[in-house]
């Protein structure tokens, strides 16, 4: 029986398991099922972790000394899938690919999330290289300078204000000419002088060369013109999915309480309705996103996890 059997190898996970085996739990296993790294992993440049600025360090650099740390003070990693977390009874069983269970007294779920991508020409070729789904990570990069977002829902008109206080100009593309927002959020956009709203219009091509993204072709939907936007960062927020599978029952049905779009709700200390069982990083309510709050999250779950098992003694 495991004390603790967290699931996801990303930041969330990678610092829960850090806290948890550096508290004094023996058997902590994480269960990753790619390299350990998570999301960031894929990001060319990281400016806003406190403590590490240096240039030209990709995300894939960042995180080896993570692993390394963790693995230090004794967590152990399965490169497995896991396919479902139950409770039974008052522990957990965790059930991998292939159908191997294995069982633990708590459980950190710290699958974390992925923005969905449009589908339009040059979103993959550029992505991190002048496409991105994360303002508060590359806003600054287009500081005084335009950038495009795409999107017409909370997301993007909340990151596009956000934006609008960095960059010089923000045109915000969407493909109706009705906004997804809520109203309030849609009227505070509009009383921004510096964001323009471009609607029933698309991402017809992201473009560039070997330097990375040069400008976008945006077609209205209804006259087919094209604007060419040179020199512009492009933001993409068409929207997440959060990676909940894990928690679901044979049924389909969710083991915790969940909202509406699939994050899961959890108090100040990442605790669910579950005992035992916390949650932590992008997959929870109200995330910020960022790798910061990651990992901090999972430090929170993993000294919460110590507690639960002294408590259970
Ligand atoms: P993730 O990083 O998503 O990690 C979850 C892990 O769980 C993954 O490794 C996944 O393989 C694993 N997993 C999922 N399901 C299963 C399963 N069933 N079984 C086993 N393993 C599973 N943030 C910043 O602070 N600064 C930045 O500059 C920045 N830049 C970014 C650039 C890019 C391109 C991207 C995509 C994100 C960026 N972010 C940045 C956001 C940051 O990466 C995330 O907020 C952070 O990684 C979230 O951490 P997490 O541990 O919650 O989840
Ligand atoms: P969302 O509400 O699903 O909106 C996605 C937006 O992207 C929509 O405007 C959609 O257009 C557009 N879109 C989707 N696919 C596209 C594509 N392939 N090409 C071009 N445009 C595309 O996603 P979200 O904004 O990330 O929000 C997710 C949930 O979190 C929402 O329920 C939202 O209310 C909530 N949220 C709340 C807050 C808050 O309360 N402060 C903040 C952020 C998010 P259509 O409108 O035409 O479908």
Redesign the pocket.
Known sequence: MLDCAI???????LTAGLYTTRGGLKKVTM????MP????T??SE????PGFFEHGKT?MDFMETWQEQCFHFGLKHEMK??ERVAKTGEHFTITLEGGETVEALTAIV????T?KRAGFKGEDEFF?KGVS??AT?DGFFYKDKPVTVLGGGDTALEEAFYLSNICSDVYVVHRRDEFRAAPPTLERVKRKENIHLITDSVIEEAYGGVMGLEGVKIRNLKTNEIIDMKNTGLFVFVGHNV?N??LRDENGEFICEVNNWGQVVVDLNMKTNVKGLFC????RIQAP????S?AGDGAVAALQVISYIQELA
């Open positions: 699931i996801g190898g990303g930041p969330a996970g269960f990753e099922m790619g790294g998570g999301q960031i894929q990001s990281i400016e806003n972790y995300g899938k896991v710290a699958t974390g999330s923005p991190g789904t994360c990570c990676r599978e894990v932590a990083g992008d997959m996103k960022q790798v910061v990651a």
